[in-house]
């Protein structure tokens, strides 16, 4: 029987011994490819979001701090200047907002991230159908990716979250081991990283985006890209009104007010959807449903630009109309904070370098 023993003993180191070499040659293998890769996974699932944390752990660490934070998709990131914003107001500000997300994405961002580090007193969350579409296939994939990348896990309250995390975050192997089980995702997002390269250069003081002007474009391109993306199969009511809910409560719980912002777009934006009055209906129906639930204030700026000079795509404002926006926020500012659960409306005019003005 020991003799039998032995030899189990031994087949058990032998096959541990063998096992750790498999695991040495993964990770080497890994890292040897990975600078040839595409797509880096990293801790982020954008480059945008990094950039974005450095920035404000940098501001944490000269004592600065952000009263206000700007989250949501890319319609925010370019929609409100957080620092026209502040510079009138002189109520600090930081733009966290990020390209891709829905607001089931957006919410574990704001309250597990973004509110433990700036302890905000406002979150403005800008929104529209493309954010609170329940059917969006990018809502879905954006949201997998980042509760699942290790810059979550190691924020998150989970011991073994924050320990797959540390392990994610130095092993190339399993960073990249979803992408090896599927390896069409490494090379479909060329063009997407070569986009979020660019993206991490522009990103100024305070979250703002630093970009030229541009004249405004409805591409077919971007219209289809959107529509597929974003606005395929519409449908509100659910898991996005669900999360944004879950946005107040858990803000609410912590003290933090939250701000709801119907962003603008233009006149080409509806036509997407494929039953634009239907939807404009179900949209605006849910804005209605929501702010009744929790009485927070809705700041509706759907319709606030006559032209779409002050855009640069239909749901994208131009440098002009993003300034003009937080400037407008700013000037109403104090008057918005003084009052809860009511509906402002913001107003421009048509110029390039619009001028604009919220109201009740």
Not at 206 to 218: C, H, K, L, Q
Request: overall charge negative; some cysteine; aromatic content about 8%.
């Amino acid at each position: 029987m020991r003799k039998s023993g032995k030899k189990i003993g031994r087949s058990g180191y032998v096959s541990l011994f063998g096992f750790a070499l498999v695991l040495a040659l993964l990770e080497v293998s890994a890292r040897l490819a990975a600078p040839g890769l595409p797509v880096d996974p990293g801790k982020w699932p954008r480059a945008e979001i990094a950039q974005k944390l450095d920035q404000i752990h940098g501001m944490i660490d000269d004592g600065q701090t952000a009263d206000v934070i700007f989250v949501g998709s890319s319609m925010m990131a370019g929609g409100i200047d957080p620092v026209a914003f502040t510079d009138r107001s002189g109520v600090t500000s930081y733009n966290a907002a990020f390209a891709g997300p829905t607001t089931r994405t957006v919410g574990p961002w704001a309250v597990d991230i973004l509110e433990p580090l700036l302890d905000p007193e406002v979150v403005v969350i800008g929104i529209h159908t493309r954010e609170m579409n329940d059917n969006a296939p990018k809502g879905q994939t954006m949201y997998d990716k980042f509760i699942t990348s290790p810059g979550y896990k190691q924020a998150s309250a989970s011991a073994a979250n924050r320990l797959e995390g540390e392990l994610e975050d130095w092993s190339f192997f399993l960073r990249y081991r979803r992408a090896f089980r599927n390896p069409a995702d490494l090379f479909s997002s060329d063009k997407a990283a070569l986009a979020e390269a660019k993206v991490r250069k522009t990103i100024g003081p305070r979250g703002t985006r630093i970009e030229d002007s541009v004249e405004y474009r409805a591409t077919d391109k971007f219209i289809t890209t959107l529509y597929d993306k974003m606005l395929i199969d519409f449908a509100v009511g659910g898991v996005e009104y669900d999360a944004l809910i879950d946005l107040h409560n858990d803000l609410e719980d912590r003290g933090v007010r939250l701000v709801v912002v119907n962003m603008p777009v233009t006149e080409d934006y509806w036509p997407i959807h494929a039953d634009p009055v239907g939807d404009m209906e179900a949209y605006h129906d849910l804005l209605e449903r929501f702010q009744a639930e929790t009485g927070d204030t809705i700041i509706d700026a759907e319709d606030a630009f006559p032209t779409s000079v002050a855009f640069r795509e239909p749901i994208h404002l131009d440098i002009e109309g993003r300034a003009a926006f937080g400037l407008a926020l700013a000037d109403a500012w104090d008057d918005i904070m003084a009052s809860e659960g009511e509906r402002w409306h913001l107003a421009c005019d048509g110029s390039e370098a619009p001028t604009c003005k919220l109201s009740r």
